[in-house]
């Protein structure tokens, strides 16, 4: 079984700086993508930042130049650093990963159960 537990969100006011982590942990073989997704009140999921095993990046273009994702391979890790947020950076942060459980198994997708970020103007 695999989990994927995030950690680090919280409240700030508009400016301000919070980092998220996810840990993924359980019965993993290799992970492919990892990526931050968000959902806004009322609003559909948008994906954030995206990093593949090899250390690529891509951003949405609203948080390019604010955010920066980066992974630790070694401990099936992945790290969110959020500047300069904004209040339209509220939302339920997700994090997702493609992976396979066995060398034989098909990859793929899972989610974690969400983390809160609210930025205060």
């Known amino acids: 079984q695999v989990q994927l537990v995030e950690s680090g969100g919280g409240e700030v006011q508009a400016g301000g700086s919070l980092r998220l982590s996810c840990a993924a942990s359980g019965s993993i073989f290799s992970i492919n993508d990892m990526d931050w997704y968000r959902q806004p009140p009322g609003k559909q999921r948008e994906l954030v930042a995206a990093i593949t095993n090899g250390g690529s990046t891509d951003f949405a273009d609203s948080v390019k130049g604010r955010f920066t994702i980066s992974r630790d391979n070694a401990k099936n890790t992945v790290s969110l650093q959020m500047n300069s947020l904004k209040p339209e950076d509220t939302a339920t942060y997700y994090c997702?990963?493609?992976?396979?459980?066995?060398?034989?198994?098909?990859?793929?997708?899972?989610w974690g159960q969400g983390t809160q970020v609210t930025v205060s103007s």
């Open positions: 997702h990963a493609y992976l396979r459980t066995r060398r034989t198994n098909p990859v793929q997708s899972y």
